[in-house]
């Protein structure tokens, strides 16, 4: 079964109570940073019917799009100070955003 990936800061309090209550050791902002990664590699498996490419973290204001040979792809950057920043900011307008450089990357294919 595949884990839900939060999709709001609601949903993110949820599971940083879940991971924390667990005896994670892990903040709010990591969360954020793991969620962004997972949400973005989501809509590129969907967006390629499979999982062919991959995105790596570069940095906090950066994800790499990374092809099953290990060829850069192309990156999102966020559109704030950071990706973390953006998703409280505003996460639906992340997620279109996510999705939309998603498809790019597989539409370039």
């Known amino acids: 079964m595949m884990k839900m990936i939060p999709e709001n800061m609601e949903e993110v309090q949820k599971r940083?109570?879940?991971?924390?209550?667990?005896?994670?050791q892990?903040?709010?902002?990591q969360l954020i940073y793991e969620t962004v990664c997972d949400l973005l590699?989501?809509?590129?498996i969907n967006a390629e019917e499979g999982h062919y490419d991959s995105v790596k973290p570069v940095d906090d204001q950066t994800l790499e799009f990374v092809?099953?040979?290990?060829?850069?792809l192309g990156n999102y950057t966020a559109k704030?100070?950071?990706?973390?920043?953006d998703f409280k900011q505003d996460s639906f307008q992340m997620l279109l955003d996510l999705e939309a450089?998603?498809?790019r990357i597989a539409g370039g294919r």
């Open 80 to 85: 704030g100070t950071s990706l973390v920043a």
């Open 16 to 24: 940083l109570t879940d991971r924390q209550a667990h005896g994670e």
């Open 67 to 72: 092809s099953v040979m290990g060829k850069h």
């Open 101 to 103: 450089a998603a498809q």
């Open 41 to 44: 590699q989501a809509y590129l």
């Open 26 to 29: 892990i903040t709010e902002d």
